[in-house]
């Protein structure tokens, strides 16, 4: 089974351009796109109890990539409650508008890498 990225950005746009530079990998990796954090999480959870009751389903996320600042919750936030059904994905916090207080929150939560949309959209 293909490894699987969890991507999360309320930007629609985002997340096209995401999908657009990601499509080479296509055949290496399941990229699984939300805007709505409630719906992630949900099937997050989904996948978890799958897992739990066939111990060879292997519906993890290998790679969790989520913006920090949405409406309804905030990057950090969500990658925590993540932690707690899929302790093995690698988070990525991505932000628009970087501070030193977000960069604190994302290392005292143990996030794997933070990385800034700004360095995404000049590469895409």
């Known amino acids: 089974m293909k490894p699987k990225i969890l ?6 746009v985002f997340l096209q351009m995401i999908s657009h ?16 954090p409630s719906e992630a999480l949900k099937d997050v959870k989904k996948h978890a109890d ?11 996320y290998s790679v969790a990539l989520v913006d920090y600042y949405m409406p309804s919750t905030n990057g950090i936030d969500f990658l925590k409650q993540l932690s707690l059904v899929s302790w093995e994905t690698v988070s990525v916090l991505i932000t628009s508008k970087p501070s030193t ?23 895409s």
Do not use: F, G
């Open 50 to 60: 799958n897992e739990r009751l066939d111990c060879t389903y292997q519906e993890q």
């Open 7 to 12: 991507v999360l950005d309320d930007d629609r």
């Open 21 to 36: 530079m990601l499509m080479p990998m296509e055949l290496a990796w399941n990229l699984e796109l939300y805007s709505d």
């Open 101 to 123: 207080e977000v960069i604190e929150q994302a290392i005292n939560t143990a996030i794997y890498m933070h990385i800034l949309k700004s360095l995404l959209k000049k590469n």
